[in-house]
């Protein structure tokens, strides 16, 4: 699968026709601006706290998501040891369980984690640069928690990755991928000399320079060190500027390491915490957000949804569709959807509910030309779903403690 002519296009004219938003004073030093970004998800989460009693008062919530019943996502590094362990164990018990996704439709899905995969893999160019990007991945993310939960048993909340910590120091060294038995796994084996990524060129854009990470091969540390990965390539980016696609097809079996090139460069230049809070802060509407979220297309910033995972760098780190296979994919969306929350609850009203929450058509950069998002497009996972992710609203998953959600962050 390649994106094609009609999303290089799109690139094309989003590098001309959208502007960023231009930030607000931001403390330029680190360390400051992440204690701003603490201290402003603490203040948004005793919002919803407030929140929450006020409605149980008037009883004007239908009665599901209350104070008592709300769920805390956590920071991966707050998490005890065992506590990082029942995660990792419950994600290698949905790499153990069969696939619910027929052969016939992904021949390479073997794994219920799989399913996951081979959804993104399947609606990539109707949920990236699109209306319902971020509900879509909400949603996604919840439902992932959920089969943990329900079918391995977990008892734990969805953590996320803050990378305005790994900034500070290392990527290696963080908690988040040292290698340790209580990490998300480490490194891929070092490759040596590796030529700088490359990006934009495909697309007749400027070209983006990245750097290199110091692994590139296999992972042979932590709880992911013999996980295989079953589909893809589809859009895979290398070092050197290539992008490799398997010519079988996205979907067809095609076993292989699980590969990491982690690259704290990249997460320093894209995803530090003065980062975070300039796409939190100054966009005052939802399609403002979303592009500085997402980055515009041939300006040099890829924002903190591409820095997060070129920091991870590897396959299927940096593969557009198949990235959900690095199973630190979802620590980095559930901080992508913090940043969401935080962002929504500066202005609920406006943010989280009715037509201003959304913006934008229904394809990869509008193309092909496509209709406006609406909040009453429906949103669906296919097989990944199962019993409790069925297609529902957008206006159904605006907001974390309304619709099937009850959850914060903390």
Known sequence: MRTGNLVLLALQAASSALAAPTPDAIPADPKAALAQLEALGSATFQQVEEELVAAEKKRIFGGSCTLANLKIRREWSTLTSNEKKAYTNAVKCLMSKPALTPGSLAPGAKTRFDDFISTHINQTMTIHYTGNFLVWHRYYTWVYEKALQVECGYTGTQPYWNWGLTALT??????????????LSGNGVPIPNQPDLILGVSAGLPPLYLPP????????SGPFKNYTVNMGQAALDVPGGIIISNPAGP?????????????????RMFANASSILNTILPPQN??????KLQGVPGSGDIGIHGGGHFSLGGDPGRDFFVSPGDPAFYLHHAMIDRV??????????????????VAGTRTFLNNPPSAATTIEDII???????????????????????????YAYL
């Not at 990470?213 to 042979?220: E, P």
């Open 213 to 220: 990470g110091t692994g590139g091969g296999c992972v042979t």
């Open 286 to 291: 939802i399609a403002d957000f979303q592009m």
């Open 380 to 406: 669906e996972f296919d097989f990944a779903g199962s019993t409790f992710g069925p297609p529902r609203k957008i206006k159904d998953l605006l907001s974390t403690t309304s619709g099937p959600f009850c």
């Open 251 to 267: 979907f067809a079996y095609n076993p292989r390491c699980f590969k990491r090139d982690l690259t704290t460069a990249i997460n």
């Open 340 to 357: 969401w929350w935080i962002w929504q609850q500066l202005n609920p009203s406006n943010r989280a509910q009715g037509s201003t929450a």
């Open 170 to 183: 290392s990527l290696e060294t963080s908690p988040h991928f040292d290698g340790s038995d209580t990490s």
